[in-house]
Nanobody, 128 residues
Framework: GVRLVESGGGSVPVGGELRLSCVAS????????MSWFRQAPGKERERVAS??????????TYGASVEGRFTMSQDHAKNTLYLQMNSLRPEDTAIYYC???????????????????WGQGTQVTVSS
């Protein structure tokens, strides 16, 4: 079956950095939109970043609140997604999930309902 396992969360001060990883099994990256979402207490799940590929070309999409600070990448050899998070802010505090969803080129959907496979999540806490 398909499985996604996140790691790399933790507690950092404002302005700090973290790199999240998501190891995938049973998923061929080229057939899906792969995304990072986050959910803070009392808030809806929010798409942070997505990546999709077509014949060796890649497109990444970022949420407005993380554009320029976060970078999503994927390593096909390791079947792993990454989310490099820089200049972290208190409002970045949330549980971060990776997800596999419907393939769409070049813009992956931001609606979490279109993603059918999720990891268990990893907590990121940014303290001021």
């Amino acid at each position: 079956g398909v499985r996604l396992v996140e790691s790399g969360g933790g507690s950092v001060p404002v302005g700090g950095e973290l790199r999240l990883s998501c190891v995938a099994s049973g998923v061929t990256f080229s057939r899906y939109c792969m995304s990072w979402f986050r959910q803070a207490p009392g808030k809806e799940r929010e798409r942070v970043a997505s990546i999709v590929s077509l014949r060796g070309d890649y497109r990444t999409t970022y949420g407005a609140s993380v554009e320029g600070r976060f970078t999503m990448s994927q390593d096909h050899a390791k079947n792993t997604l990454y989310l490099q998070m820089n200049s972290l802010r208190p409002e970045d505090t949330a549980i971060y999930y990776c997800a596999a969803g419907r393939y769409w080129w070049p813009d992956c959907p931001s609606d979490s309902a279109l993603y059918n496979t999720w990891g268990q999540g990893t907590q990121v806490t940014v303290s001021s």
